[in-house]
């Protein structure tokens, strides 16, 4: 009987340490991933500031050259706040893009498109504008306006999956390796979204 007591003892004070030195190490790696994650957010902030303040070299030069059409979704609801939507289409105009497609699924933006062009002096709709014209880069702005009842919901999915798929293809780096355009994923993505590909 007396050999039995200090065994259990021994057992309970061996389990009262693992049971303390887990806990350490659980804290102990709790607070290096705490460390870590605080030291990327840091970095995270002070590049989006040095980006702001036009430091780094790589964000200065925005080539809108090569773009050629800009489609937009908006929400339903910013939609309707027609003075935001017409800020972005000043900021837009003022780096340069000139043709753009806006999409709203109840076309709300079909309705208030009247405003949007009695505040932009620059543009013009798409309708008015020769095709030949939207292919070189105009002098004013040509815009598009599109909702759900267009039927143009699935050209919006299509380029959805295009985005999903050049977004698997990025690095950790946050730089995407090559974004790829190729026909075979065009076709792949109208398939997806149930319409005919060539």
Same mark, same amino acid.
């Given at each position: =009987?007396?050999?039995?007591? +200090? ?9 009262? =340490? ?7 190490? %659980? ?8 460390? %870590? ?10 590049? @989006? ?15 809108? $050259? ?24 000043? %900021?837009? *105009?003022?780096? $340069? ?9 109840? $076309?709300?933006?079909?309705? @208030? ?11 013009? +709709? ?5 095709? #030949?014209?939207?292919?070189?880069? +105009? ?9 759900? #009842?267009?039927?143009?919901? #699935? =050209? ?16 950790? $780096?946050?730089?995407? *390796?090559?974004?790829? =355009? ?17």
């Amino acid at each position: =009987m007396d050999l039995k007591y +200090p065994a259990r003892k021994f057992s309970r004070s061996l389990l009262t =340490m693992g049971n303390v030195g887990l806990q350490l190490l %659980w804290y102990f790696l709790h607070i290096l991933l705490s460390i %870590w994650y605080s030291i990327i957010s840091i970095r995270c902030f002070i590049e @989006s500031c040095f980006i702001t303040c036009g430091v780094l070299e790589k964000y200065k030069s925005l080539n809108t $050259g090569k773009l050629r059409y800009l489609a937009i979704v908006i929400e339903s609801e910013d939609a309707h706040q027609t003075s935001k939507v017409v800020k972005l289409l000043q %900021w837009l *105009d003022s780096i $340069g893009v000139k043709n753009i497609c806006l999409y709203d699924m109840n $076309g709300v933006l079909k309705k @208030s498109k009247e405003a949007i062009f009695g505040k932009l002096r620059n543009a013009k +709709p798409i309708e008015e504008v020769n095709e #030949a014209v939207t292919l070189h880069v +105009p002098d004013h702005m040509t815009l598009e306006f599109v909702s759900y #009842a267009d039927g143009k919901e #699935a =050209m919006v999915k299509a380029a959805n999956f295009i985005f999903v798929e050049n977004l698997k293809r990025q690095n950790f $780096g946050g730089e995407i *390796d090559g974004q790829v =355009m190729s026909e075979s994923l065009l076709n792949e993505a109208l398939k997806v979204v149930g319409l005919f590909a060539f």
